[in-house]
């Protein structure tokens, strides 16, 4: 019975013949290859989950781990080593190292699709992130946190950004700024700065109750750092059809827009661990003997109608949000190989499901955690460790249903959207 009640929500993760489960780089792994080692990985995070979770990052031997299984690869352009696979495999991989511990996962995940982001960059951006490391990972800071001051061939950058993932594990920080306005009168701009980590310092400020192992610490340059202007990406940059750096790359992965398709990297760890969660209350329910406060004791978990019931509702929403992000994604893939623009109906499409999708992933984490009873209070229990991390998750910013679902709702009632699309 475990093994048929998982299959029904792994179909959707093989049936899409996908762009971005090919790759076009010779002597590439097969994708199916990297998936099994993200598979074998499983039991190793499980057993390492809370140990992550007390030391607040994902340690340096699972990120070891991680790099040489070629997670880091995946989406990294072939000048420098990487696979050039698309948004669909990073789904594949990322969402079967979640079934095992959210928050290496989402380490791994933010550290592969940043491989993504600075392909996107200008040529020499990418040389001096890659060309002396080709194995070099980048944590990030989207929000612009300051304001970069414009001087003779670059920026001047100073402050602190917040929730900065897997950034003890990181060679390199993706830093959010405004840009001075290009002319008098104009607007200033937003967009990312890339800096070493010879530039910058940790302060070590994530004390939370869920994602604890994330590591989302703070990036700190403490005082004004030169940034040169050829590693600079500005937001409409990174949302067009055509970034600087997809005229060097020219896998048609790196022309899709950045909000597209990069809010995967949240949705992917939560997905996984709605499929975690299933998989963990289908082991539970079949040896666990609930003791009963008054009635009821003496008898299986599996047993009960309402463990019955929101298996089956956690297993169908899980289920529906995989076919939601593999079909969002997979058509965006596929106008990118067509040579076709990613239209703004299906860039607010894309950000609904991103955010739908978390929400009934986390619906299906809630109604596991609705079945395990006290003892699934206990620390060394994954279930309240995976209701904990996907409610943090769903409420991340570029999740948050109240805020992306009325961007959808502007645009489908004729209003101009405000949001991130």
């Not at 809010?263 to 996984?272: D, E, F, H, K, R």
């Not at 003496?298 to 019955?308: D, I, M, S, T, W």
């Not at 950000?351 to 699934?376: E, N």
Request: hydrophobic share 45%; with cysteine; aromatic share 8%.
């Amino acid at each position: 019975m475990s093994a048929g009640a998982t299959a029904f929500n792994r179909l959707s993760s093989v049936d899409l013949a996908a762009p971005g489960r090919k790759s076009p780089v010779a002597g590439a792994p097969e994708l199916s290859k990297i998936l099994a080692s993200a598979s074998e990985l499983v039991p190793m995070l499980r057993e390492r989950a809370q140990a992550t979770e007390e030391a607040r990052r994902v340690s340096e031997a699972t990120t070891q781990a991680f790099h040489q299984a070629g997670f880091f690869k995946l989406m990294q352009p072939a000048r420098y080593g990487g696979y050039e696979y698309g948004f669909t495999a990073f789904i594949d991989v990322v969402s079967e190292l979640a079934r095992g511990c959210t928050s290496s996962a989402w380490g791994c995940s933010l550290g592969a699709i940043h491989q993504w982001l600075v392909a996107t960059f200008p040529e020499q951006a990418q040389d001096d992130v890659w060309r002396d490391d080709p194995s070099a990972i980048v944590c990030g800071s989207y929000a612009p946190a300051t304001v970069a001051e414009k001087v003779d061939g670059g920026y001047l950058v100073q402050g602190k950004w917040l929730f900065a993932s897997n950034v003890d594990n990181s060679q390199w920080a993706l830093l959010g700024v405004h840009f001075p306005p290009e002319e008098k009168g104009a607007a200033p701009t937003a967009g990312f700065l890339l800096a070493p980590r010879s530039d910058w310092t940790v302060e070590d400020n994530w004390f939370v109750a869920g994602q604890a192992g994330t590591g989302s610490k703070a990036v700190v340059l403490d005082k004004p750092t030169f940034i040169p202007a050829h590693r600079k990406l500005s937001f409409a940059e990174a949302s067009s059809n055509q970034p600087p750096g997809s005229t060097v790359n020219r896998n048609p992965i790196y022309r899709i827009p950045f909000l597209s398709a990069v809010p995967v990297c949240l949705v992917s760890p939560i997905l996984g661990t709605a499929q975690g969660a299933v998989d963990e209350l289908i082991r539970l329910a079949g040896h666990r003997v609930t003791r009963g406060a008054v009635a009821g004791g003496g008898n299986r978990l599996a047993e009960f109608f309402p463990v019955q019931s929101r298996l089956a509702e956690a297993s169908a929403s899980v289920d529906a949000a995989r076919l939601l992000l593999y079909r969002d994604t997979a058509q965006v893939e596929q106008m990118a190989a067509d040579g076709l623009p990613i239209s703004i109906e299906q860039r607010i499409r894309n950000r609904r499901d991103h955010a739908f999708t978390a929400r009934l992933s986390r619906d299906a984490v809630d109604a596991v955690f609705a079945c395990v009873g006290g003892a699934g209070l206990s620390l060394d229990q994954p279930i309240q460790r995976m209701w904990r991390d996907a409610n943090a998750i769903s409420r991340h910013i570029s999740l948050n249903w109240d805020a992306v679902s009325s961007m959808v709702g502007q645009y489908l009632l004729g209003l101009e959207p405000k949001g991130q699309y």
